[in-house]
């Protein structure tokens, strides 16, 4: 799926793509809806670097054996390990 927002929508809220797609993946990850490695993922981020700006932001990591898995799955399939 495709999602268009128009750049008139990123300009008024003052933020790049980059910028707007970080901001979803940590929405997402703090309401549960994915795991670490997606929302890197989402986020076009490195796992390490998404664990990172979680940590300026105070933001915990919530971490459970699900989601372990599922990031080993998400590492493997892109090539991390």
Same mark, same amino acid.
């Given at each position: 799926?495709?999602? #268009? &927002?128009?750049? !008139?929508? $990123? /300009?008024?809220? =003052?933020?790049?793509?980059? +910028?707007?797609?970080? !901001?979803?993946a940590?929405?997402?990850?703090?309401? +549960?809806r994915?795991?670490? =490695?997606?929302?890197s993922? &989402?986020?076009?981020? /490195? %796992?390490?670097e998404?664990?990172?700006? $979680?940590?300026t932001? /105070?933001i915990? &990591?919530? %971490? /459970?054996? +699900? !989601?372990?898995?599922?990031?080993?799955?998400? $590492?493997? +399939?892109? =090539?991390? #390990?």
């Amino acid at each position: 799926m495709s999602l #268009l &927002i128009s750049d !008139e929508i $990123l /300009n008024s809220v =003052g933020l790049s793509d980059q +910028e707007l797609l970080v !901001e979803i993946a940590i929405m997402l990850f703090q309401k +549960e809806r994915v795991s670490l =490695g997606k929302a890197s993922k &989402i986020a076009k981020m /490195n %796992y390490v670097e998404f664990q990172e700006l $979680l940590a300026t932001q /105070n933001i915990p &990591i919530h %971490y /459970n054996i +699900e !989601e372990f898995d599922q990031d080993v799955k998400t $590492l493997k +399939e892109t =090539g991390w #390990l």
